[in-house]
């Protein structure tokens, strides 16, 4: 499909010769010459125009009436006035209308001073209303969700709180009710609007009429700070801007638009997680077991103690480090432990499994996509994740990329994903059999590397594939948006080379626009690879001298010192009864944690409290490649120092310094030590950030090949059901500490499909037991026709692998 | 417009939820899983075939609010959830139709209706008068189950002042036409034969077309 | 002073709704001649030369709009607007009632001249029995073949559909009938794109009104000579009125345009009761502005009544005698523009509620004469700055009535204004009657 290059075209506006793009909306041209014309319902963000509040009329030369500039594009020549008495009576009747049933509460709108309609009134209104009629008066503000209040008296209708609703996350929550004059924003029957992204209305409203529980009369304008970073939550790594308040506080997140990475919008938990930093729950001090409790210590002592606990364990030490973790804490513990320790047990808490060669491979550039490029996909193939759980606002840019773009949306997945509903095909596979589909739809698109017969194995109908290889056949430009579920799968090395083998079969390497982007289980997941936290491969995806333990395999093993950086296993990780006990017999547990959890409660040895994003500096690595920069917006506080300080500290003890002493010159270390980094620093990665692959010192790459090998058929599925485990948007300890958050925190549920249900007697809403070799959790039962009958999806906790068994409580 | 039980002239009433905050403890309304939807077969099958007649199956909304408000009187929750499974839309995307359309009813005011033109033509022929009339005959006769209102133009200006009783349009009315349009609603019989447009050799008094 | 028949030549019997009646009658005998001896180009040029403008009110060149349909072989879609609500119009209504197959037919026509394959009727849901009697005409035609595939054996395919509304005037502006059709809330969409280009499901879409596609049939059948020789030159062909409001016949009428419009008030509707004189008519609906009896001597055609100052628009004219009065009327006018708007653009929500409640204050004798002046500069506001033409619907002929009756209006706000003094003088007295006995003797 291609991106169009619009020519430049030369108008005239107010007088003043303006240059734009041909087809811009004047209303943007416009700013172009200077001139500002006031509007409330545009927001390109929200797609086509509406052109319902009227604010924008101009004059236009040829035209007779008054248009709207919102949704007039701009073309040469046209001539353009803003400022003729035609379109100021136009303006001043506009506001008059608006503040018809407006309250006029301005002193206590919490809106008040970055309010769009006290501007535009004060801008472009006559100064005075003669409506001396009654308005109309409503209780307020009420709940419309437990995140957002509603005050009907203020809202002007301009349809962007709705149109995002049904038009950018397609909810279709939230609605204009009754028609005319009586016209109001509402949900279904008195229900709340509770959907993944539902706090971008209120940054959307250009009026007081949407405002945020968490926020309200928290602050007034000249109270705050913006300062921009970004969201470390998950790996869609959105652009954030905090609001701060005396220096010291985070108070609200907005939105920071960055087209390349997240479209200007937030999920609810990058929104309001924020709370969590200032709750009193936090570890602030560095803490130490003592007397079989852990106690608030000196820094000196929890430094020694754990100097004196990693130097006995040496070569033995390993280490697990959590998904939230920068590239330079990354960096900084597989450098203390390879250098420092002599240890080669390193990983990422999502344990990497794929092959080194593979990890290159994929690596490539020529096989990578960026977010942008799934704007103007034809066709683009979301296999085995689910978007609005792992990457919400990719979820978002897939819809844009078909409702906007057509692009043609095929979904491979065990679980039925959210995006169903715009998918031209879906096909469903058994829970971990992604790599028989995968291999089926390749071959089925010529791949050399077979796998014809494969789709059923995999528990899939072969017609699904066909219909995905059909729309996949005709396409131009392909995105593949792959969980990292596909390496980790009991057949996870198949998956990834039948991945390897679809992308070859689709041209990909060949097409600059088409190209992989894989979800990481970890939000920094592609960073930590790539700076070597992983047990076979060293900083730059080169191969490391040992090969380490994995992941899995720490998790058996018995550990004189673990080093457990921004993670808890038993909490993160499917083998939680065995990583408890791994952490029972671990000599030292040296962790680094911003809340106390049970496991560390009770095995930590000692613990150095974290900072809170907000309060931490360095880079992320996106998974489209794009270095990304988190910024210190506000002070440590108690006791709490940066990791990268202690991690440096603890490498300086172990005679292993990096000499890097602050966090710009630490930035610098790991471009050294990565070679397709090499160079890079805050100051070129900026507020915007850097995709790797577009630099020069990407040809730094180790060169990697593909493998021509053919795939291993998969065996027949097993009988009995089939479990999948897959995480909800809510978990975490930052939505569990976040007072606005916590009615979502926690929730889990057993998905069935009807037969399996019928035949255990289920029904939905039932509590049932899900167990695992001895290992169970009870959930709420959820009944969805489009689960495979055979497949169980455990949401929002965890289970080990194995054969699973559900019963009614 | 106006409802039965409403005093007054053309006092519109507040929509409900206007004035409630919304449950938070509730689920929000998503679209409703088919299998956890029991739906009467005749109505499903009514909105699936309905969904086939269009090149794109939301075109079937409005026929098939109509079809659901036939079976439950009105467009009540239940209503809208069954319309929901089928469709496989949002009860919000539902509810957001029902309130914008005078003939969908969102709430259980009777499950016939009888609407009085007062519009322009009609308001001309003192069709208030008539309509005043009927009420206040619903009223002393205790009828039930029927949605009186007052209602925009119906495009019947010639028979002025008129009346829709359950799609029939009847008129020239007279404030004396009351008793007998009431007693009719109340016996279940057909109001005012021969004076309804449908009929056969209807005609008007001053023999028009 | 005579009527023509053409459109109604049969409308008497009872039994035109059924398909052998209607073909014995000559009916799609123009069908056969636009799929057999014609080629499309040559139904369209037909429609176009023939001079016939859209029935539903603007008054734009049938052909001329089937003409701004792309070509190619993409969907494409016909969209016969049948959601009459226009209040005072009741034409469409009789056509679809009485005489079903002209209007299948002529969707079948209009559909050759667009290029369309999928058709559908959006009727108002009001008009049950109609709907009703369309629904069998269609089963009708698509069993002699006349709709579906090839049809007639022609390469021709055109599927129909009767769509009812629910009760939303506004889904008779085009592109909120879209909406409605989607599905959706009549909303009104921004034009461009136009529905020619993005119509319905984003297709190329043709929407016309009843009556205009049931003339397309005579057009194929007679010839666009034949239809240009009836009326005036930019007002051709045969036309159905409308009459109602204080006149002693109200009902449809066909006329020739150009006929004096006393012709049509007095000679055909037979005038205002007796004793009575016309004080102002609305000549196209009540969203025209009110003519006075100084422009009853002016012919009855699209360009004349622009001319004075109002439009056509639907021709269908309500008169209001000299016995009315015009506040009420205003008030009656505004409510209904108020209840029917859609609430989308700001300027058309908000000031027709405005407009209502000014209205009633003046009712109610709470308002001076400078009230006056302000809501005629708010109806001045709405004009030209909405979305659709809603807003302006009601602000011209509530702008109109307040020019041509300012008198009235100030002798009304005056006469009211004095009532209320007395009712509250009386009320106070009483009030104060009642205190002091209650307060008893000192």
């Known amino acids: 499909m291609g991106r169009p290059e619009p020519n430049e075209i030369v108008f005239e506006i107010d007088g003043r010769e303006v240059r734009a793009p041909e087809g811009m909306m004047l209303v943007d041209a416009a700013k172009r010459g200077d001139v500002e014309i006031p509007y409330f319902c545009y927001e390109p963000k929200l797609g086509q125009p509406v052109g319902a509040c009227r604010m924008c009329l101009v004059e236009i030369e040829g035209m007779p009436k008054l248009q709207t500039s919102c949704s007039t594009p701009v073309k040469d020549g046209m001539v353009v006035t803003t400022t003729s008495d035609q379109v100021k009576k136009a303006q001043n009747a506009v506001v008059e209308f608006l503040l018809v049933n407006h309250p006029l509460d301005c002193p206590v709108c919490d809106k008040g001073g970055e309010c769009p309609l006290q501007d535009i009134s004060f801008g472009w209104g006559a100064g005075r209303s003669r409506m001396i009629e009654p308005k109309r008066h409503f209780k307020k503000p009420l709940e419309l969700s437990p995140l957002v209040a509603i005050d009907r008296e203020r809202c002007i209708l301009c349809y962007r709180c709705v149109r995002f609703s049904q038009e950018v996350a397609e909810d279709y929550q939230l609605v204009f009710l009754e028609r005319g004059d009586h016209t109001f924003v509402g949900t279904h029957h008195g229900r709340p609007y509770v959907a993944p992204f539902s706090g971008n209305i209120i940054e959307l409203c250009p009026v007081g009429a949407l ?40 108070v609200r997140v907005l939105a920071r638009d960055n087209a390349d990475v997240d479209d200007g919008w937030l999920c609810d938990k990058g929104r309001f997680a924020y709370q969590s930093i200032h709750s009193a729950e936090r570890i602030t001090a560095p803490l ?33 480090v959590g998904g939230q973790a920068t590239n330079e804490e990354g960096f900084l513990v597989q450098h203390l432990l390879r250098k420092g320790l002599g240890s080669p047990h390193v990983d990422s808490a999502s344990g990497d499994v794929r092959g080194p060669e593979q990890a290159r491979v994929l690596a490539r550039p020529d096989l990578a996509a960026k977010v942008s490029d799934i704007d103007h996909a034809s066709a683009v193939l979301v296999v085995d994740t689910e978007l609005v759980d792992e990457a919400p606002i990719l979820d978002l840019r897939v819809r844009k990329a078909a409702r906007r773009n057509n692009a043609r949306v095929i979904v491979a997945s065990s679980r039925p994903s959210a995006l169903d509903p715009n998918a031209e095909a879906t096909i469903r596979f058994a829970p971990g059999m992604a790599d028989a589909v995968l291999a089926e739809l390749g071959a089925a698109l010529g791949s050399p590397r077979g796998g014809v017969g494969f789709a059923s194995r995999g528990g899939s109908r072969e017609e699904d594939v066909r219909g995905a290889a059909e729309v996949l056949r005709d396409a131009e430009d392909v995105v593949i948006l792959w969980g990292e579920r596909v390496a980790h799968a ?109 496991a560390l409660e009770q095995h930590a040895d000692v613990v150095f409290p974290a900072e809170a994003h907000a309060e931490k500096e360095g880079t992320l690595t996106h998974p489209d490649g794009r270095l990304q920069r988190l910024r210190q917006a506000i002070g440590y506080p108690n006791e709490v120092r940066a990791a990268w300080w202690v991690l440096a500290e603890l490498c300086e003890r172990a005679g292993a310094g990096v000499g890097a002493e602050s966090p710009p010159a630490l930035t610098e270390k790991v471009a050294e030590a990565v070679p397709f980094y090499a160079g890079i620093t805050l100051d070129e990665i900026g507020g915007r950030g850097v995709r790797w692959q577009e630099r020069e010192a990407a040809s730094s790459l180790p060169a990697a090949e593909q493998s021509e090998e053919q795939l291993e058929a998969p065996p027949e599925l097993a009988p009995g059901l089939r479990l999948g485990v897959r995480p909800s948007l809510w978990g975490g300890p930052e939505v569990e500490h976040s007072p606005s958050l916590s009615f979502l925190a926690g929730q889990t549920r057993a998905e069935l499909s009807p037969a399996d249900a019928e035949r255990l007697g289920i029904a939905p809403g039932d509590e049932v037991v899900v167990s ?24 929002g906790d965890r289970l080990p692998g194995g054969s699973v068994e559900v019963t009614k409580a | 417009m106006q409802r039965a039980g409403d005093e007054g002239a053309l006092q519109q009433p507040l929509p409900p939820g206007w004035d409630e905050a919304v449950d938070v403890e509730a689920d929000p309304a998503v679209i409703p899983d088919p299998a956890e939807v029991d739906v009467p077969s005749d109505l499903r099958e009514e909105i699936e075939a309905l969904m086939a007649k269009y090149p794109d199956r939301h075109s079937a909304t409005l026929p098939a609010l109509g079809a659901a408000q036939r079976v439950h009187g009105w467009c009540s929750n239940e209503a809208i959830r069954q319309v929901a499974a089928v469709m496989q839309v949002t009860p919000a995307y539902l509810s957001s139709v029902v309130t914008f359309y005078d003939m969908l009813r969102a709430q259980p005011i009777g499950s016939r209706y009888v609407y009085v033109c007062t519009s322009v033509s009609c308001h001309l022929s003192n069709a208030k008068a008539v309509y005043d009339a009927i009420w206040e005959e619903a009223r002393d006769q205790g009828l039930e189950d029927v949605e009186l209102r007052e209602f925009e133009c119906l495009g019947a200006c010639d028979m002025a002042p008129m009346a829709s009783i359950d799609g029939r349009y009847v008129g020239p009315l007279s404030e004396d036409d009351a008793p007998e349009i009431v007693a009719a609603l109340r016996e279940k019989r057909e109001v005012l034969p021969g004076r309804s447009l449908e009929d056969k050799g209807y005609k008007l008094p001053w023999e028009s077309r | 002073m005579s009527e023509l028949r053409i459109l109604t030549e049969h409308t008497d019997r009872d039994d035109l709704h059924e398909i052998a009646v209607y073909e014995e009658l000559g009916g799609y005998r123009a069908l056969r001649k636009a799929l ?72 079948i026509i209009g559909s050759i001249a667009a290029g369309a394959n999928k058709g559908f009727i959006f009727i108002r849901g009001e008009y049950s029995h109609q709907a009703d009697v369309l629904d069998a005409a269609v089963a009708e035609a698509y069993e002699r073949g006349y709709l579906g595939d090839r049809i007639l054996g022609s390469d021709h395919s055109f599927s129909l559909v009767v769509h009812r509304g629910q009760g939303a005037y506004i889904c008779g502006e085009e592109t909120a009938l879209l909406d409605g059709l989607e599905g959706k809330r009549g909303n009104p969409r921004l034009k461009p794109p136009f529905p020619a280009n993005q119509g319905l499901y984003q297709g190329p879409t043709l929407i016309n009104n009843v009556e205009t596609l049931c003339c397309t049939p005579y057009i194929i059948d007679r010839g666009k000579e034949w239809f240009r020789s009836i009326g005036t030159e930019q007002s051709a062909g045969p036309k159905l009125v409308s009459i109602s409001g204080d006149v002693q016949r109200p009902g449809n009428y066909e006329i020739e345009l150009g006929i004096p419009v006393r012709d049509v008030i007095y ?151 004095e009532r209320r003094q007395l009712e509250e003088a009386a009320a106070f007295s009483a009030g104060e009657l009642a205190a002091t006995a209650e307060a008893g003797p000192a």
């Open chain 1, 211 to 250: 405002t945020s529980s968490a926020y309200r009369f928290r602050a007034r304008p000249w109270d705050i700070e913006d300062s921009g970073s970004l969201c470390p939550l998950c790996p869609s790594q959105c652009n954030v801007s905090l609001t701060i308040r005396d220096d010291a506080k985070v």
């Open chain 1, 288 to 320: 130490v077991r003592d007397g079989g409790y852990l106690r608030e210590v000196s820094w000196k002592r929890a430094l020694d103690e754990a100097e004196a606990a990693l130097d006995k364990a040496g070569e033995r030490t390993a280490a697990l």
């Open chain 1, 490 to 598: 009991e057949r996870g090395v198949q998956g990834i080379e039948a991945l390897l083998a679809l992308a070859g079969a689709l041209g990909i390497a060949d097409k600059p626009e088409s190209g992989l982007i894989e979800i990481p289980a970890g939000s920094n997941g592609r960073g930590l690879r790539e700076v070597g936290c992983t047990p076979r491969l060293a900083p730059g995806l080169q191969d490391a001298d040992a090969t380490g333990m994995s992941a899995t395999e720490m998790a058996t093993g018995e550990h004189p010192a673990l080093l457990l950086v921004h993670t808890d296993p038993v909490e993160e990780r499917r083998e939680r009864d065995e990583w408890l006990q791994a952490l029972e017999d671990a000599g030292t547990v040296i962790a680094f944690s911003g809340f106390r959890t049970d």
């Open chain 1, 772 to 795: 695992v070799n001895g290992t169970s959790v009870r959930a709420p039962a959820a009944v969805r026709s489009a689960v495979n009958a055979g497949d169980v999806f455990l949401v």
């Open chain 3, 36 to 107: 057999r001896d014609m080629e499309p180009e040559q139904v369209l040029g037909e429609l176009e030369e023939s001079g016939l403008r859209g029935r539903g009110g603007a008054g734009f060149s049938m052909g001329k709009k089937a003409s701004f349909l792309p070509k190619g072989s993409m969907d494409k879609f016909l969209c016969c607007n049948a959601d009459e609500s226009e209040p005072g119009a009741f034409k469409d209504r009789l056509l679809m009632q009485k005489n079903p197959h002209l209007l299948v037919e002529g969707c």
């Open chain 3, 267 to 417: 000679g055909l509707g037979g005038g205002p009761p007796e004793g009575r004189e016309v004080k102002c008519f609305f000549p196209g609906g009540s969203s025209a502005p009110v003519l006075t009896a100084e422009h009853l001597d002016l012919p009855f055609t699209y360009e004349d009544m622009a001319q004075a100052g109002s439009m056509l628009g639907t021709a269908s004219v309500i008169v209001v005698d000299d016995s009315q009065p015009l506040v009420p009327l205003a008030l009656r006018l505004a409510e209904f523009y108020r209840h029917e708007s859609c609430g989308k653009c700001v300027p058309c929500r908000e000031g027709t509620n405005w407009t209502v409640k000014m209205l009633e204050r003046i009712d109610e004798g709470e308002a001076t004469p400078m009230d006056l002046e302000i809501m005629a500069q708010v109806q001045e506001n709405i004009i030209g700055n909405c979305l659709c033409v809603l807003g302006d619907s009601m602000a011209m002929p509530i702008g109109s009535m307040i020019k041509h009756f300012r008198e009235e209006f100030e002798a009304h706000i005056a006469a009211a204004r």
